[in-house]
């Protein structure tokens, strides 16, 4: 047979059957050089035309079985769907903060899907690991491995135990439960639990431990939110920085500030900061002086606790105000922000002048200073309408040469339901300590009682006289009420402006 007849060929396809028919040609033909060289070319020309639409299908050069050059087709159409499907879910949620995932309509090719689930990912498979001395063991396939074999189910122990372990790092990291270098380590679900229940414990232990310290140190100090209103003034430019705490009371912590610049305002260069503690206990004490004082009474009874500390802050600054126009060396009001005061330092480069208590001073000096102090009570008293309610060494400073006089958030005015019988303390205070001091010139206290207020209460036993101080506190109330509530109407005008909440 010198000619041989190709058949037309009936192909097995996954889609079908295909017929390809070839033409006919003669033997010599077939041996033919030049042909084979002219179909060789054809045969080219047809690959390169179809290289440039199937570029991921010719990445996988094993084409000899239809089965899986089927599946690599399947895979491309997937990934186009599912890119698709990303668009589609990116158009559906838009900006939205709350999404929509499409994940579970995402086509998973089995060829790219595998054995492991989520929480798997984390799981540090020490089979592969290079450093691991031991032999490999291989983890029997999940499933039904045939007839007269074992079935292998997710609870398999060992399976569990190397899971578990790798479980542990993901929520007690503080347990070595080994770096999986020469160490194939498989917990049971027995000891899993337990060390989970442990460590469970520890860190609600540790955070309850925490919380109490910060707490406490809030407490000593500040709290977040008075932080963030400090950080906020040094950000306004009010105050360049702030440094170490000058002083921690019951009722409220000075700290030392540099002044910074603040538009027109005048900021002077060392500042402190009165912040008046937002714990509520100390101030309990204290109502009296506030709920009676007819410039707060009104609003006292509508604030919650919080908010009544604020006022504090704002009795100290008015009070200061009144002092500083009447000319009574003291700080300088520089702003109020609810429970911050800043005012001017009384000391230099950031010591604070030494209470009259602490101050080394000479007689001349303790001299000038008692009648310094006779003279500021009677200021205060006849041109401020006020008694400070808390004179003492421990609230008078040494400073310049002189006595200069804090710690005036209490101060009332002498209409007060106590006004006088605080004035008696004050004057009784003073007198103690500069009689103790040597000065012999100190009036003792019912003189100076009467100096300061300009009454003639006599008297010479401390019952008798606080009878008399209290006979007419009750006589004036309703008279001093009326006129304090006219005077009330010009308060407004003692403060500098208080600083914009945003500010
Ligand atoms: P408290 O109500 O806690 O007694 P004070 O106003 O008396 O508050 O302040 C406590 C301490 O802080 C004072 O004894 C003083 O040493 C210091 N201090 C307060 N204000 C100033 C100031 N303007 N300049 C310097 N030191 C101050
Ligand atoms: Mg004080």
Same mark, same amino acid.
């Given at each position: ?310 006022? $504090? ?90 006595? $200069? ?99």
């Amino acid at each position: 047979m010198d000619q041989v007849d190709v058949a037309v060929k009936e192909i097995k396809s996954p889609w079908g059957t295909v017929n390809v028919s070839s033409s006919t040609c003669s033997l010599t033909d077939v041996m033919s050089e030049q042909l084979a060289k002219q179909l060789h070319e054809e045969c080219n020309s047809f690959t390169n035309c179809h290289n440039v639409d199937l570029p991921s299908i010719q990445q996988n050069t094993d084409t000899s079985s239809d089965l899986i050059l089927a599946e690599m087709l399947q895979m491309e159409f997937d990934r186009e769907f599912d890119v698709q499907l990303r668009r589609e879910e990116k158009k559906f949620n838009g900006e939205s903060k709350v999404s929509i995932s499409f994940e579970n309509y995402r086509m998973i090719h089995p060829f790219e899907e595998s054995d492991s689930s989520a929480e798997e990912v984390d799981w540090q498979d020490t089979r592969h690991d290079p450093y691991r001395l031991e032999k490999p063991t291989i983890t029997p396939k999940k499933g039904f491995a045939g007839k007269g074999k074992n079935i292998t189910t997710k609870h398999d122990e060992e399976v569990c135990g190397r899971k578990n372990t790798a479980r542990m790092d993901n929520f007690a990291p503080e347990v070595h439960v080994g770096d999986g270098i020469s160490m194939d380590l498989k917990l049971s679900n027995h000891v899993y639990n337990a060390l989970k229940r442990h460590c469970q414990t520890e860190q609600r232990r540790s955070a309850r431990l925490h919380e109490r310290k910060e707490h406490s140190t809030a407490e000593q100090a500040v709290d977040s939110r008075t932080r963030l209103l400090m950080y906020k003034m040094v950000n306004a430019g009010i105050l360049e920085n702030i440094n170490g705490s000058v002083s921690t009371g019951k009722e409220s912590v000075v700290f030392h500030a540099d002044g910074g610049s603040f538009g027109e305002m005048v900021i002077p260069e060392e500042c402190v900061l009165k912040v008046f503690k937002t714990t509520l206990n100390e101030f309990k004490n204290r109502d009296k002086y506030i709920k009676d004082d007819y410039r707060f009474k009104d609003r006292f009874s509508k604030l919650n606790p919080r908010k009544v500390i604020r006022l $504090w802050a704002e009795k100290e600054m008015h009070n200061l105000t009144r002092m500083r126009n009447a000319g009574i060396p003291c700080p300088e009001v520089v702003i109020l922000k609810k429970h911050i005061l800043v005012m001017s330092f009384i000391g230099q480069n950031q010591v604070p002048a030494p209470k009259l208590k602490d101050a080394v001073l000479n007689s001349e000096e303790l001299k000038k200073a008692y009648y310094q102090v006779l003279q500021m009570m009677q200021q205060l008293f006849q041109q401020c309408n006020l008694v400070h309610a808390d004179l003492s060494e421990y609230n008078m400073l040494w400073h310049d040469g002189q006595v $200069w006089l804090i710690d005036v958030s209490q101060s009332v005015e002498p209409t007060h339901p106590h006004g006088l019988e605080f004035l008696f303390r004050d004057c009784r205070n003073v007198a103690t300590f500069f009689k103790k001091a040597g000065v012999s010139e100190a009036m003792h206290e019912y003189d100076l009682f009467n100096t300061v207020s300009g009454m003639q209460i006599s008297s010479d036993n401390e019952t008798d006289f606080l009878a008399q101080i209290e006979a007419l506190e009750k006589m004036n109330e309703d008279h001093v009420q009326k006129r304090s509530k006219k005077a009330f109407t010009n308060t407004s005008e003692d403060g500098p402006p208080l600083l914009n909440e945003d500010e």
